[in-house]
């Protein structure tokens, strides 16, 4: 029974660090976005694997949103796709709506999905949406016991992939990324 409680023990604290609050920005060095531009963050986030055999080449997501509709990423081709495992627990994924809201309104090019990555009904994540923050673009609520099978497991939030417009993994993010640091990824890739 204690090596089952240590094993489950050492996640549990993965995820509640990676959802720590963000870092005050120290006087005179601006907001987080101006403190570290697109290319120093590229740095601090991980490339997309290259060869993981246990995932597809272009992940495949079809699921039921709270309010749009169903997403399916294969629809999206064309577009590069932003999809967000985030939480309402998590105070830094919380931070970060805004700035996806933004970032999926700006272009056309790019487009947001949310996947809500908790044990919540869709009343509370309305009631939470009325009480806190409401993203404007897709969300949908996942299975923590069932994630989508073709996006590795998230081992903390946020975790973000970046799906380039033919459909692969472009980038990763784990833990707080910016629309900046979005857009810097695409820029690299010669479409920004």
Known sequence: ??????????PVLLLLAACAPEEA?????GTPEQAAPPAAAAATTAPAAAGDASRPERPGLRVETLDHGVFDVAEQRGRWVVVNFWATWCATCISKIPDLNALDAAREDIV?????????????????????ARPEYPV?????FNPPADFKTPRGLPYTVLLDPSGKVAHEFLGP??????????AAAGAG
Do not use: C, H
């Open 1 to 10: 029974m204690t090596r089952l409680r240590s094993a489950l023990i050492l």
């Open 25 to 29: 920005t120290p006087p005179g060095a």
């Open 140 to 144: 949908a609520i996942v299975d923590v």
């Open 112 to 132: 947001v999905i949310g996947l809500a990555y908790e044990e919540i009904t869709p009343e509370a994540l309305r009631r939470f949406y009325a009480e806190r």
């Open 177 to 186: 990324m910016t629309g900046a640091d979005i857009l810097g990824v695409i």
